[in-house]
Nanobody, 121 residues
């Protein structure tokens, strides 16, 4: 069993930055992913990181602006979001993933409750 708790969301102006955190408890030796879901849209993949942190993958829409990282000593995964755009507005979720790649939601087994990110224009 794994428990995931996201934090760090909020309201930011376009061009600004936020850093999301995902604290894990329980069994934590997982590939970890971030997803987001905007109102009326499907949940979409954002980024993924291997257990060691050596391998990452990003959605094209965030590549070059977002960085996923992890601190296994703290059982925490981060998503640094820079140059934010209004279209980045969504609820952001972390999840444990079954592989390192552009995973689908059905390839993730544990989920956090989400944290809201709102980017104003």
């Amino acid at each position: 069993q794994v428990q995931l708790v996201e934090s760090g969301g909020g309201l930011v102006q376009a061009g600004g930055s936020l850093r999301l955190s995902c604290a894990a408890s329980g069994r934590t030796r997982y590939v970890m992913a971030w997803f987001r879901q905007a109102p009326g849209k499907e949940r979409e993949f954002v980024a993924v990181i291997s257990w060691s942190g050596d391998t990452t993958n990003y959605a094209d829409s965030v590549k070059g602006r977002f960085t996923i990282s992890r601190d296994n000593a703290k059982n925490t995964v981060y998503l640094q979001m820079n140059s934010l755009k209004p279209e980045d507005t969504a609820v952001y979720y972390c999840a444990t993933a079954l592989r390192v790649g552009r995973v689908r939601p059905d390839e993730c087994n544990y989920w956090g409750q989400g944290t809201q990110v709102t980017v104003s224009s």
